[in-house]
């Protein structure tokens, strides 16, 4: 079973920056894709942004150039600064692991509970 726990979510006001942290576990040997989403009240959750074990990112279009996903292999935590945050990206971001391999199980996908993110104006 993994186990993923966001924190660094809190209220900040516009222009303001944060940064989300993400740590995975349970005996995992690697994580193909980290990502984090968000799910805005009403809203269906959306992808925010994604880094793949070899460096590759994608992002959504209104992040791009504020946002940064970074991770840290080693230690199975993906980062998310959040920077000239707006009202609109208010919402609870979510972390997300996919194509885990573990010593007893591959192809885990699995996700984290959630942590809110407020934006004033």
């Known amino acids: 079973q993994v186990q993923l726990v966001e924190s660094g979510g809190g209220l900040v006001q516009a222009g303001g920056s944060l940064r989300l942290s993400c740590a995975a576990s349970g005996s995992i040997i690697s994580i193909n894709v980290m990502a984090w989403y968000r799910q805005a009240p009403g809203k269906q959750r959306e992808l925010v942004a994604a880094?793949?074990?070899?460096?590759?990112?994608n992002y959504a279009d209104s992040v791009k150039g504020r946002f940064s996903i970074s991770r840290d292999n080693a230690k199975n935590m993906v980062y998310l600064q959040m920077n000239s945050l707006k009202p609109e990206d208010t919402a609870v971001y979510y972390c997300?692991?996919?194509?885990?391999?573990?010593?007893?199980?591959?192809?885990?996908?699995?996700w984290g509970q959630g942590t809110q993110v407020t934006v004033s104006s």
């Open positions: 997300n692991a996919q194509n885990v391999r573990t010593i007893l199980q591959t192809g885990v996908n699995s």
């Open positions: 880094r793949t074990s070899n460096g590759i990112t």
